[in-house]
T-cell receptor, first 113, second 114 residues
Framework: DAGVIQSPRHEVTEMGQEVTLRCKPI?????LFWYRQTMMRGLELLIY????????DSGMPEDRFSAKMPNASFSTLKIQPSEPRDSAVYFC???????????FGPGTRLTVT | KNQVEQSPQSLIILEGKNCTLQ??????????LRWYKQDTGRGPVSLTI???SENTKSNGRYTATLDADTKQSSLHITASQLSDSASYIC?????????????WGLGTSLAVNP
């Protein structure tokens, strides 16, 4: 198995632009998580899905952030409009068993100038 | 408030030496505790998981301990190697109704020098 796949690996954009991050979970995993990691705050859970349905989005910072999972093999995290404080590494993870044994993707490093 | 605190924030050791990383938590109700290793530029990878009834668990040169009474865990690395240079993150799972909530520590950054 290729593991969790994320794209792009790096994204540099200007403030105000729309950013879309993509994730392909491990086949057969029915939980998908989106995290944001910064030096100051560490890993923060933004949202997670179970069987393509959003279960907990309490970590989504504000309305500028949205996430979708149209099918079991694909999810997107969108930021519109982006701001410099959104600069971080965004990780996608998938799991067979809820909040345990999460398998992380390589992350997308987002820089908003 | 559910919290996970790790110490030290960073650590530098020489190759071949041992080290111990600490994780203190105030999470209730406790479900389990997991240690992750995160190499630079990569996602975290699980090293070990510990439940309430487990005191010690080993994974090769990594040994995790858990004291549920004092709410402390440690990760001991024996005979360190250069490849052990990474961030080590402690994560505690709390039962929250029908869901489980993960509380992540900020990690300890370990550098193993030759």
């Amino acid at each position: 198995d290729a593991g969790v796949i994320q794209s792009p690996r790096h994204e540099v954009t200007e403030m105000g632009q729309e950013v879309t991050l993509r994730c392909k979970p491990i086949s057969g995993h029915d939980y998908l998580f989106w995290y944001r990691q910064t030096m100051m705050r560490g890993l923060e859970l933004l949202i997670y899905f179970n069987n393509n349905v959003p279960i907990d989005d309490s970590g989504m910072p504000e309305d500028r952030f949205s996430a979708k999972m149209p099918n079991a093999s694909f999810s997107t995290l969108k930021i519109q409009p982006s701001e410099p404080r959104d600069s971080a590494v965004y990780f996608c993870a998938s799991s067979l068993t809820g909040a345990f044994e999460q398998y992380f993707g390589p992350g997308t490093r987002l820089t908003v100038t | 408030k559910n919290q996970v605190e790790q110490s030290p924030q960073s650590l530098i050791i020489l190759e071949g030496k041992n080290c111990t990383l600490q994780c203190n938590y105030t999470v209730s109700p406790f479900s389990n505790l997991r240690w992750y290793k995160q190499d630079t530029g990569r996602g975290p990878v699980s090293l070990t998981i510990m439940t309430f009834s487990e005191n010690t668990k080993s994974n090769g040169r990594y040994t995790a301990t858990l004291d549920a009474d004092t709410k402390q865990s440690s990760l001991h690395i024996t005979a360190s190697q250069l490849s052990d240079s990474a961030s080590y993150i402690c994560v505690v799972s709390a039962n929250a109704g029908n869901n489980r909530k993960l509380i992540w520590g900020l990690g300890t950054s370990l550098a193993v020098n030759p």
